[in-house]
C-alpha cells in the first residue's frame, strides 16, 4: 500500500500564494492517477485538481488559471503550485493515488490518502 505525505500547508493571506507537496513510499510512475483533493469545515470533501501517468491535468473550476499540478515520478513527489489564493480556498489538502489511468474527482477512485496539509487564507 502506497502511503502519502504532504507538506508545505500554511497560513496566507488573500492573494499570497503556496506550494504543497506529497511524497510517496513506493513508485508511482506510470500506475497511478495522483490528485489533489480539499476539505473545508462542515463540507464535503471535493477534488481539485489531478494529473494521468501521461502528464494530463484537470483542475476544479473556480481554481483554473491559479493552481498547477505536477508530478515528478523520479522523486515519487506531486506538487500544488496555489496562486492569487482566496479565503474560500481555506481547507485540509490531500494528497490521493489510485491505481491505472483513468482519473476523475471521485474519491471512491483513489486507494491511497494522506493525513492532509492545512491550508488558511485569511481576508
Known amino acids: 500500500q502506497t502511503q502519502l505525505v504532504e507538506s508545505g500547508g500554511g497560513s496566507v493571506e488573500a492573494g499570497g500564494s503556496l506550494r504543497l507537496s506529497c511524497a510517496a513510499s513506493q513508485d508511482t510512475a506510470s500506475t497511478y492517477c495522483m490528485a489533489w483533493f480539499r476539505q473545508a469545515p462542515g463540507k464535503e470533501r471535493e477534488g481539485v485538481a489531478y494529473?494521468?501517468?501521461?502528464?494530463?491535468?484537470s483542475y476544479l473550476n473556480s481554481v483554473k488559471g491559479r493552481f498547477t499540478i505536477s508530478r515528478s515520478d523520479a522523486k515519487r513527489s506531486l506538487y500544488l503550485q496555489m496562486n492569487s489564493l482566496k479565503p474560500e480556498d481555506t481547507g485540509m489538502y490531500y494528497c490521493a493515488a489510485g491505481r491505472g489511468d483513468y482519473c476523475n474527482f471521485s474519491t471512491h477512485r483513489y486507494s491511497a490518502w494522506g493525513q492532509g496539509t492545512q491550508v488558511t487564507v485569511s481576508s
Open positions: 494529473i494521468t501517468s501521461g502528464g494530463s491535468t
